[in-house]
């Protein structure tokens, strides 16, 4: 029988909620800028039909809500110009892990967990990855349990059913 969330609950500490805000940087700030113009008169024309640009005006909106998170996401020639998401995560990110805590970051990109992957690869710090493609997923999750790593990285639609993680003190979305 799945456990709910009021079974749960009662062994959990009451959630504590942070609203962290991120300046980009003004290189970041003057790509997202002139991406923001260009799709702004792209879609002007197009919402006059909504249904049949429906497509066309969500993937606008997606490639501006990549582009806030990381310019690498929309292009890989953008690296040079960083992610000051990503910076800002990892400023918490090595605190959290160098108290001992354990931290579980949620996107809805994967491609954006992959490149926090990599950082953490970089930083020589151990995690566990969980996203649609995952094949060993229960034993993904085992992992994290029994400590083997002080990070899971979740893609917000695998994790979005049937997991209840208790071991982690952190979570990114």
């Not at 926090?116 to 995952?134: A, K, M, P, W």
């Amino acid at each position: 029988k799945r456990r709910n969330k009021e079974l749960v609950a009662a062994d959990l500490p009451p959630k504590q909620e942070q609203i962290l805000s991120v300046e980009l940087s003004s290189k970041h700030r003057d790509l997202y800028n002139t991406v923001l113009q260009k799709e702004r008169k792209k879609l002007l024309g197009l919402i006059n039909d909504m249904d049949r640009n429906r497509f066309a005006i969500f993937r606008s909106l997606t490639l501006l809500r990549m582009l806030a998170i990381d310019p690498y996401l929309i292009d890989e020639k953008y690296e040079a110009i960083g992610s000051s998401k990503l910076s800002a995560l990892f400023s918490h990110l090595d605190d959290i892990i160098a108290e001992g805590h354990r931290t579980i970051i949620f996107s809805q990109f994967t491609s954006f967990l992959s490149r926090v992957g990599e950082q953490l690869d970089h930083r020589n710090i151990n995690y566990c990855y969980l996203d649609g493609s995952t094949r060993n997923r229960g034993a993904v999750i085992d992992d994290f349990r029994a400590g083997e790593a002080p990070v899971f990285l979740i893609s917000l639609k695998a994790g979005g059913f049937g997991l209840t993680l208790t071991e982690a003190d952190y979570v990114f979305l």
